[in-house]
């Protein structure tokens, strides 16, 4: 049984096969009305890497968003193989619900031996161990942003700027977000699990910046915000277990969208992956 929030993300990780190439996945104890878009992701990832014979790591993931999902209800994932060779395999997940499309996901796996390397520099920021946890963030602002107080948390969170909630008090603004991340306990010795939790937090803060680059924050104002799609790109194996920088911003807020983008460092400064995610963004002021 659960005993931890860590616990219940592994639970629902844990995908039960329930056919050929078709995965059930569980929602956790703590749920937002429709199901979390990181959870879609992290299992859709874990139901098509499962189907994946040779060791091949992931290269890339991207998702498109097609309808809510119900909480009260288990998702299936049907897993269509598109290729499968010895360096190179593709697969598209679709994640059901009641004969409901819920999400697509295309995942590619390469396996293409050493080449160039480099990479952004990692921002120069507090270390994670110096900052304030997240639970101690949201003290005093429980009323505000309740979904984050009642939400599951087995990602452990260090923001090294004033989370939103804060920054709106101040009458700030902030043009990115750069949060440590870490599983809130230890991980299990499986780059699957690993890279899947990542995924689920990849979902977490990627959207933060458009709304902080206008002064604006979740909870304090009234904003409408749904994930079009996401995608993630993986350069390195992340080990979840330690530290990862998740450094966003947004480039462009247009036509009632807007795009996040980031990046997941290592604690040694490599670039782990790079996420883009689009959203529809829609703010109404006073009582519009």
Known sequence: MATSDLDDLLAILDLTPIGDDVFAGAHPRK?????????????SFVAATRTVAHKIAPSALSVHFIAGGDPAADIEYHVVRLRDERRFANRRVDAMQNGTLLAT?????????????HNVPMPDL???????????????????????VEALRPI?????????????????????NQVWLKADGVMPDDPILN??????SSDTTVLDSIITTHGLSWGWDRIFAVTVNHSVWF????DFS?????????????????????????????VVATVVQEGIVK??????
């Open 31 to 43: 749920n937002p009305p429709r199901t979390f878009g990181g959870q879609l992701m992290a299992q």
């Open 283 to 288: 703010h109404f002021p006073g009582n519009a």
């Open 242 to 270: 330690d530290w990862v920088l998740y450094s966003t911003n947004s480039p462009v807020a247009a036509e009632s969208r807007g795009l996040g983008t980031g990046h997941f460092f290592s604690p040694a400064g490599d």
């Open 156 to 176: 452990e969170w260090r923001y090294t700027n004033d989370p939103s909630w804060i920054m709106r008090e101040k009458g700030g603004m902030l043009t990115a």
């Open 195 to 200: 890279t899947a939790a990542m995924i689920y």
């Open 126 to 148: 507090p270390a994670p161990e110096n900052l304030p946890t997240i639970d101690e963030l949201l003290v005093g602002y429980e009323k505000v942003v309740p979904g984050f």
């Open 235 to 238: 350069h390195r194996q992340v």
């Open 105 to 117: 996901a295309l995942v590619s796996y390469l396996s293409a031996g050493s080449g160039l390397e």
